[in-house]
C-alpha cells in the first residue's frame, strides 16, 4: 500500500518559516517526480495549486510564480522523503499542502497524493 504522509505543518507568524516533509512508503521516490500542491479555503473544493517539483534525481526544481525565492523543494531518496522549506510566509500561504508523485514531469495528474497537511500563517 501506498502512502505519502506529510508532517511539520502547522501555526506560524508572517515573515516565518516552516519546513514540511513527506515520508513515502510502498514505492520507491528515486522513480517519481515529486512535487507539492496546496488548495486554499477559499478556492474551489477539488482545486490543488502546484507549488513545486523535483526531478527523480533532484536535478531540477520548479516553482509556481507565487513562491519562487522563498520556498525551496528538496529530496532525500536514501530516506524515501521529499522536503518543502517555507520562508518568508505571508497570509496567502495559508493553506493544506499536500505531496504528490508522478512518473511525469508536467505532473498533470499524479498517481499519488498525501493526506494534505494545513499550514496557517497568522499572528
Given at each position: 500500500q501506498v502512502q505519502l504522509v506529510e508532517s511539520g505543518g502547522g501555526l506560524v507568524q508572517p515573515g516565518g518559516s516552516l519546513r514540511l516533509s513527506c515520508a513515502a512508503s510502498g514505492l520507491t521516490i528515486s522513480k517519481f517526480v515529486m512535487g507539492w500542491f496546496r488548495r486554499f479555503r477559499q478556492g474551489p473544493a477539488n482545486e490543488r495549486e502546484f507549488v513545486?517539483?523535483?526531478?527523480?534525481?533532484?536535478?531540477?526544481t520548479f516553482y509556481a510564480d507565487?513562491?519562487?525565492?522563498?520556498?525551496?523543494?528538496?529530496?532525500?531518496?536514501?530516506?524515501?522523503?521529499?522536503?518543502?522549506?517555507?520562508?518568508?510566509?505571508?497570509?496567502?500561504?495559508?493553506?493544506?499542502?499536500?505531496?504528490?508523485?508522478?512518473?511525469y514531469m508536467t505532473m498533470k495528474t499524479p498517481d499519488y497524493w498525501g493526506q494534505g497537511i494545513q499550514v496557517t500563517v497568522s499572528f
Open positions: 513545486a517539483s523535483i526531478t527523480s534525481d533532484g536535478g531540477r507565487a513562491v519562487k525565492g522563498r520556498f525551496t523543494i528538496s529530496r532525500d531518496n536514501a530516506k524515501n522523503t521529499v522536503y518543502l522549506e517555507m520562508n518568508a510566509l505571508g497570509f496567502q500561504d495559508t493553506a493544506v499542502y499536500y505531496c504528490a508523485a508522478d512518473p
